[in-house]
Each structure stands twice: as C-alpha cells, then as structure tokens.
C-alpha cells in the first residue's frame, strides 16, 4: 500500500508491504464538501443554555470577538460573514466591533496574515488587531494561583465572544471554549501559571473532568466573563462539520462529545513504528505546534518503538525557550527533572517531547537543517522515504505499523489509555 502525508503544502509518500501489520488511525467519516454557511448559521440560530447572540448584546456597546491566530486552523473567515449579521440584526455598529487574534505566546502576525484570517468582509467592515500581552488588566487570580491577565481590549469591552475550532489538545484536553480567553489573549506570567499544571497526569488530551488545566482556564474565563462562544468542528480537509454557540462551558462540551465521536480512535495494539503528521500547513509551521502531533503519538508505540514525525517546521523552532533547551539538553530525563524543578514556559514543550524520547526514538522528516536536528534529542530523517527505509532496517519488515496522517486531531486510544 502506499500511504500519504502532508507536510506544510507538499506530500510525502511510503509504500508499504502487503506483508506488514498496519493499522491507520484517521477520523471516521465526516461529511465532506458541507454547506458551511448553513451550519454556523445554524448553530447561531439555536445556542446552548443561552439566549442567541443577537438578544444578548445592545446597540451602544463595544464587542471583542476573539478567535485564532496562525496557528490554528479555526476557520474564522468562514465563521465571520454570520456572526457580523447577528451582531448588525442587534444594531451593534460596525465601529464597535473588534476583531482580535488570540496570539497567546506566539509572534505577531502581519496585516496580510490578519486579512487572511479574517476574511475580506470582516477585513474591510471592523477592526481587526493582535491581542497584546504587554497592555493588559490583572482580574484576579484562579485557586490555583493563576493570574487572570487579559488585554485591556478585551476586559474593558461590554462582551466578550470567543471564536474556535474543537481538537484535541495535549494537555488542556481540548481547544475551543474559554481557551481563547486563557491563555488566548492573556500574559506571558499567567500562560506560565497555568502550563505548569502540565506535569499533573489528569492534564491529558481528551480529559475535561479533574483536569488542572481545563479547570483553570474555564475558571479564568468565569472571572474575566465570556458572553458567549461559537465553536467548530473540521474535517480532514479543514471544512466545517458541526458548529456550536451559546454557553462556554455546555456549547463546549457538545461539540467535545461530537469530536470523540469521529476522533477517538481505539487501538488493536500498539505499534513497533508510527508514522505520524500534522496533516500539513499551518498545524506544523513550527516544531511549537508539530509537537501536538508527536504527543498523540505516544499513546500508539509501544517501548522502544520508533515514531517518525513529518512536520515543515518551515518556521523553525517556534519558540526562543522551547529552542535553547532543545538545542542544549540532549538528555530527556534532566528536561524532565529541570521542568518539574522550574516550569518555564516555552521550555514546556521541550520537556513534552522529553517524555516520549524516553519511551521511543522520535525521527523528524522536515524543512529544518538535519546538523540543527542532529545535536536535539530527535534524530533527522533525510526524507519520509529514507527515514521508513531506516525502520525497516531497525524493526524488520513484520513490524507492526500505526500511520496517523491527522497526528494533531486523531486520539489514540489503547486499554486504559
């Protein structure tokens, strides 16, 4: 068989023997070419434990609409032209609408990236801005101590609407819901605060109840008040399946119970090899956000497997602390001890991938210099080609194989995984 894997906007192909053990984990089928429109219009129409958006808000007050930036693929531009004609049906007026990207931790983004995520309608209708952690208000402060930074925009507006797609997420259990909010648009110091729930193991993808993470941001979310939530489902192709509004927390949770019922996918066993994706741009810009993938994967080898990562990582590393650590600790157990000793955001995501180096040796095909990859604890692959050839050398052409093309939205799930 042969078996394909995006990476950034190219394809990389294996062939594999008819003679191996494979099993490929990708969503169960979804409907495809949906009219996408007609879903957020939809979900708008009928929100969860919620009045509909257009009664909730008042002509006069100022709205923030929060949603993804780059990094995501939240299809905001395909959300917007349905929630504008909501928000104008309320006469809200079009100078009274702000649109900000939740960078959270990760770079600005240029006009051209922000007229691409908001569409030429929203582009041309509203203000559409970058949140900016270095202008933002102290709300207080979670039980777990977590600060509650948010920018001053978004905290001093009259409502506050968060924009997301739901996935899977490796350690908040999902994205979407209050995760725009916290960490979306908050500090650096409060991000921090909460990551460092991570190292708690009910901090896991696909957990809600008794995860520390999960817990924290909706808590945040409660103390800063979010108004009301749009949230999406995709399919393989980044289209919309299903689309919720309303509540934060219930909306949220319906379209949790929808993604498991197309995402979780159960194991036979698990794997000598993975072979694993993004599924291609803009999920893998960076080794930050390829990493998602590499974590569901964990859950597919077995000890002392091999898991061959494909991500662009066109971007590089991603992140200045997640890239001095992985390009100066080249041993998984001393990231994992300094992270627990001293949580440093950035440098999180080093340590994650520390927790499956330890368990299986990770091979990462991308754009980045394979002399820059040799001196990390990741080993680089020429090309998915030569890195499958390498494993087959290594495990033997009766390996058993797990290939996840969607690495970063499919949950594998094993026992009591």
């Known amino acids: 068989m042969i078996a394909e894997f995006r990476t950034g906007t190219r394809t990389e192909k294996i062939v594999i023997p008819d003679t191996m053990h494979v099993q490929t984990l990708v969503p169960r089928e979804l409907p495809e070419d949906p009219e996408e429109d007609r879903i957020i219009r939809g979900a708008l129409k009928a929100p969860d434990d919620s009045p509909r958006l257009k009664d909730i808000v008042r002509p006069g007050e100022k709205i923030v609409l929060i949603t993804s930036d780059i990094t995501r693929p939240c299809p905001t531009m395909k959300i917007m032209p349905a929630l504008l004609d909501e928000l104008y049906e309320a006469g809200i007026a079009r100078s009274d609408i702000t649109l900000m990207f939740a960078r959270g931790s990760h770079r600005p983004q240029t006009p051209e ?63 979407g819901g209050a995760k725009a909010l916290m960490p979306g648009v908050s500090t650096r110091e409060a991000i921090q605060a909460n990551h460092r729930l991570m190292t708690d193991e009910n901090a896991c993808a696909g957990k809600l109840e008794g995860n520390p993470i999960r817990e924290d941001i909706e808590e945040a979310g409660a103390i800063a008040g979010i108004d009301f939530i749009v949230n999406v489902v995709l399919n393989t192709k980044k289209q919309i399946v299903y689309a919720v509004s309303g509540d934060v927390t219930s909306a949220h949770r319906r379209a949790c119970r929808y993604l498991d019922r197309f995402y979780r996918c159960p194991l036979e066993r698990k794997a000598d090899i993975v072979v694993v994706s993004q599924g291609g741009a803009p999920k893998d810009l ?20 091999m898991i061959l990562l494909v ?23 001393t990231m994992i001890r300094k992270i627990r000793e001293h949580f440093i955001l950035g440098a999180h995501k080093a340590a994650a991938i520390a927790q499956t180096a330890r368990k299986a040796r990770i091979v990462l095909i991308s754009d980045l210099d394979p002399q820059l990859i040799e001196n990390t604890i990741l080993e680089p692959g020429e090309s998915l080609p030569a890195a499958w050839e390498k494993a087959l050398q290594i495990y033997g ?12 939205s499919t949950l594998p799930v094993y026992g009591t995984d």
């Open 113 to 175: 990236e922000q007229a691409h995520l908001a569409g030429e309608r929203a582009w041309k209708e509203i203000r559409c801005v970058d949140s900016d952690p270095d202008d933002t208000v102290r709300l207080g402060f979670t039980r777990r101590g977590t600060p509650v930074d948010i920018d001053r925009r978004a905290a001093e507006a009259d409502r506050r609407i968060c924009i997301g797609n739901v996935e899977y997420h490796y350690f908040a259990g999902y994205s």
């Open 311 to 333: 991500g662009s990582c066109a971007e590089g590393f991603g992140e200045p602390h997640f890239e001095e650590w992985m390009r100066t600790i080249r041993d998984p157990e």
């Open 397 to 408: 052409s009766d390996a058993s194989v797990i290939l996840m093309p969607y690495g970063g």
């Open 286 to 305: 960076n080794l930050y956000q390829t990493q998602k993938a590499l974590d569901n994967a964990k859950h597919a080898v077995r000890e002392g497997g």
